[in-house]
């Protein structure tokens, strides 16, 4: 995994999203995980593959902006081509999302726009949805809101509980991150005035993985 387009990934766990961007070999260079708690697995992961690791506890901070002004400066003397987030348990400011506007990106367990925020694997059970998924997203100042890149669409089964969806959801997250952050790093993926180009043309929606 060695390229000159350089990724930073934020976490706040277990890694298991960036080992999946580790074991695919991405045409991109991970230059460091940085993590808001220190100890978790995710970054033994890094360590592991020789890639450099950070720690700035949230905790430290008396606000939001104060953390992530300093969480910026440490991305930034990296100078990345793209910031991936990765069970990154933070809410960003507006300014830290504005700074990196088309180099932000993340995956959020639903076909976006629908279920936006936490719990929708219980939120899809309840509501009697056929399908489910995952959506890779530009991020924005609207939670969940950025647009969709690339979605992983899968049918809920009658034998489902919203842990065995999680599961289930889990692996195809693995399989489209990796595939968006290659997109971007080749060049075939753009953002511009909010609308997402690739190969060129404005797309008219995601890219929807179909696992039915």
Do not use: C
């Not at 060129?200 to 993985?209: D, E, L, N, T, Y």
Request: without cysteine.
């Amino acid at each position: 995994m060695h390229s000159d387009y350089r990724i930073i990934v934020l976490l706040s766990g277990s890694g298991t999203t960036l080992q999946s961007i580790i074991d695919t070999g991405l045409p991109a260079t991970i230059s460091a995980v940085i993590s808001n708690k220190a100890g978790v697995m995710g970054l033994g992961r890094a360590e592991e593959a020789a890639i450099p690791t950070h720690v700035l506890d949230h905790t430290g901070y008396a606000s939001r902006e104060a953390f992530d002004h300093d969480l910026q400066k440490l991305i930034d003397q990296y100078e990345p081509d793209l910031v991936v987030l990765a069970g990154f348990m933070r809410i960003l400011s507006d300014k830290f999302v504005d700074h990196y506007y088309g180099k932000l990106i993340n995956i959020h367990p639903s076909l976006l726009p629908k279920y936006k925020g936490m719990h929708t694997h219980q939120r899809v059970m309840d509501d009697g949805e056929p399908l489910h998924g995952s959506s890779v997203h530009f991020v924005n100042s609207d939670l969940d809101g950025g647009p969709v890149v690339l979605q992983a669409r899968l049918p809920v089964l009658p034998s489902d509980s919203p842990e065995s969806l999680e599961l289930r959801i889990k692996t195809k997250e693995h399989l489209i991150y990796p595939t968006a952050i290659s997109w971007l790093a080749e060049g075939r993926i753009k953002l511009k005035d909010d609308d997402v180009y690739m190969d060129g043309k404005k797309m008219a929606g995601p890219v929807v993985m179909d696992y039915m």
